[in-house]
């Protein structure tokens, strides 16, 4: 088997058809042997059922598989034990493919010995985004955006890398590094304060990087749809996500800071403090909108905050 799509779903049977139409609309694969396995990842809905009618219907090889432990890189990483692919990728799945998808990322793995490679993700162009979004470009990329140009680049895997909505690898990453750390990364619908969590793929990558010898490539013609839940358009997603990705930063961090206070380094209290005096002076200046970037920047001080306490409760 040359190819296995991986995709990783929890609760959201209604989205499986769409990814799977996107997937059997693909061109140029007659040289491609390749498979789509779908991880359930102990959703309560009809996901079983949906994926064994879509198995029986649908021209492409799909097989189905069930991870209980809940939480996306539990999920992940049974994809990666039950895929059959010499390469596999991942998309989630609120995810549509274009239709040169699967030949770009199967050509820029396999035709240049990569490691990992992965594509542009561009938001549903559908979607209706607020203010406060659109007057900072910058915002988007929290919505799941990649897109580094036209060209075909070589990513570091520290700085640059690809998003976890389109990412490949070749099998001997994880044979090499391990699995993905199931300690990070979103649990469950990714609704409540508990489940939204980011990072994994930064961790991963970076650990792709610290090998030494790993190539990762970005390929331009592999482009997805990243179809955004309207939970996801609210600005409390977007400072949990910050305060989540604060904290656990801290929680995990294995430094030991002499100067501390209640177990948190004394140089974060500063940081803080200037962080909220940003963020009220341009509150003041330019509106709530314009200033909610610096609003997240703050979050992200009080996650880090508290992880460090709880860090330090831990292991005390």
């Known amino acids: 088997m040359d190819f ?38 102990n959703s309560s809905d009809d996901t079983r059922n949906t994926v064994q009618k879509l198995t029986k219907n649908s021209s492409l090889s799909i097989r189905y598989a069930f991870e209980p432990k809940q939480g996306l890189n539990h999920a992940r990483n049974r994809g990666i034990r039950e895929s059959s692919g010499r390469f596999f990728a991942y998309i989630d799945d609120d995810i549509t493919v274009s239709e040169n998808w699967l030949k770009s990322l199967y050509q820029a793995l396999s035709e240049n010995d990569t490691d990992a490679a992965g594509g542009r993700i561009h938001l549903d162009p559908n979607i209706t985004l607020p203010l406060w979004i659109t007057i900072n470009p910058e915002m988007y990329g929290f919505l799941g955006h990649q897109d580094y140009g036209d060209a075909a680049l070589i990513l570091d895997g520290k700085k640059r890398y690809p998003f976890g909505g389109n990412m490949a690898f070749c099998r001997r990453v994880p044979n090499r590094i391990g699995y993905f750390n199931t300690n990070l990364g979103r649990k469950g619908e990714g609704r409540k304060k508990g489940e939204l969590f980011k990072g994994a793929e930064t961790d991963y990558f970076h650990r792709i990087n610290s090998t030494g010898n790993a190539t990762i490539r970005y390929a331009p013609n592999a482009i997805v749809f990243h179809h955004i839940l309207p ?62 970037r610096k609003r997240m920047t703050l979050s992200h001080f009080v996650g880090s905050i508290a992880g460090y306490i709880n860090s330090g409760r831990k292991n005390g």
């Open 231 to 292: 939970h996801q358009l609210e600005k409390q997603y977007f400072l949990t996500i910050h305060k989540n990705a604060g904290y656990q930063k801290a929680y995990h961090d294995k430094q030991v800071y002499k100067r501390n206070l209640f177990g948190v380094p004394l140089f974060l209290i500063p940081q803080t403090v200037r962080a909220g005096l940003n963020y009220a002076l341009e509150t003041i200046t330019k509106g709530s909108d314009a200033s909610f």
């Open 4 to 41: 296995t799509v991986i995709i990783c779903t929890y609760n959201r049977c209604g989205n499986i058809s769409m990814c799977i139409d996107a997937l059997n609309a693909q061109k140029d694969t007659d040289g491609i042997e390749w498979e789509v396995l779908i991880v359930d990842n």
